[in-house]
């Protein structure tokens, strides 16, 4: 049994999704048919369900990359083959807007996990083309406004400085967030596909967010997505 992930490997699907948001874990998990909790331990919400007659998961990760990445490594010991980012963001990108989804195709490491993984060598984490095909596949399907592209990984919300997001944007990055170079990293060093989608509550370097009413239909429609791609990828 992992660390942190109290649960064995039958406790965990094959395709799971990864919200830093254990209430957002909880949205997911409402989705599910034969619902089962298996872990609470620190927080780290995990249940497993249904959806579509297909077995799938959520796994909270909490936020950071240092926690995402542990939680990648223990789904990887628990046996997941999949594993799907689902946050938010702050859009970058000429044109992403508050309440848009974005689907990463790559994350720019700018955060010292995955520089810690690779040693400092250069390196370009990224999504795998399955994955990103089945949550843009789901995202056209379910007709909501999304973007596809490369985003950036930090560390440090608070700390982004004025002019990142044009800095960032004029280099082809459409958002800002803090775990998908983790899990994109993690997974391809353990032999796992992975994913991100996310919703954009702000425009980076600005703090101020949709409110909870205006966001929430957005989440939803991220929820919906990538379990339509859990569905798919979960052949």
Request: overall charge negative; glycine content about 10%.
């Amino acid at each position: 049994m992992p660390v942190h992930i109290r649960a064995e490997p039958d406790d965990v699907a094959p395709v799971v999704l990864l919200p830093g948001d254990p209430g957002r874990a909880q949205r997911v998990a409402e989705q599910f048919d034969d619902v089962q909790c298996y872990n609470e331990f620190r927080g780290l919400l995990g249940y497993s369900g249904t959806f579509h007659g297909k077995r799938v998961s959520v796994q909270t990760t909490g936020m950071g990359a240092p926690s995402a990445a542990i939680v990648v490594e223990e789904l990887a010991m628990l046996g997941a083959k999949t594993v799907i980012r689902i946050g938010t963001c702050g859009g970058a990108g000429t044109g992403v807007h508050p309440s848009d989804l974005v689907i990463a195709t790559a994350a720019c490491p700018l955060d010292g996990t995955t520089r810690q993984y690779l040693g400092g060598d250069a390196y370009a984490p990224a999504a795998s083309f399955e994955v990103v095909r089945a949550l843009v596949d789901a995202a056209g399907a379910a007709d909501v406004r999304h973007h596809v592209g490369l985003i950036a990984t930090e560390d440090a919300l608070y700390s982004v400085t004025p002019g990142w997001s044009e800095t960032w944007a004029s280099r082809g990055v459409l958002a800002q967030e803090m775990e998908a170079s983790a899990v994109f990293t993690v997974a391809a060093l353990r032999g796992l596909q992975a994913g991100c989608i996310l919703v954009a509550s702000n425009s980076a370097g600005q703090h101020e967010r949709l409110s909870d009413d205006e966001l929430l239909p957005a989440v939803d429609q991220m929820i919906h997505v990538a379990l339509e791609a859990a569905v798919a990828l979960n052949t």
